[in-house]
């Protein structure tokens, strides 16, 4: 499954915590522009979740993450206006 992670900041910092994570596994994939990565994601046999919300839950753990404005997404997913 792909995701979407989109930051104006810290996104080599981004890249490595999402990588370094073991279930899900997170594969950097491409840049879609200057602040939007996409990751695929892939879960342990038997195991299953939503990868963007534990994306943005791993970012949100971080020092810097509770005032770093993150978007995680399904890719194809649209953001409706929500809570960021």
């Not at 963007?52 to 404005?69: E, R, T």
Request: proline share 5%; aromatic share 8%; no cysteine.
């Amino acid at each position: 499954m792909l995701v979407n992670i989109s930051s104006p900041m810290k996104r080599d910092e981004i890249k490595a915590i999402l990588e370094a994570n073991e279930n899900p596994k997170y594969t950097f994939v491409k840049m879609l522009n200057a602040m939007e990565m996409q990751f695929e994601a892939t879960y342990a046999e038997g195991t299953d979740g939503n990868p963007a919300d534990l994306a943005k839950k791993l970012i949100k753990q971080q020092p810097w993450g509770a005032v770093l404005m993150v978007r995680a997404l399904i890719d194809g997913q649209k953001f409706t206006g929500g809570k960021i």
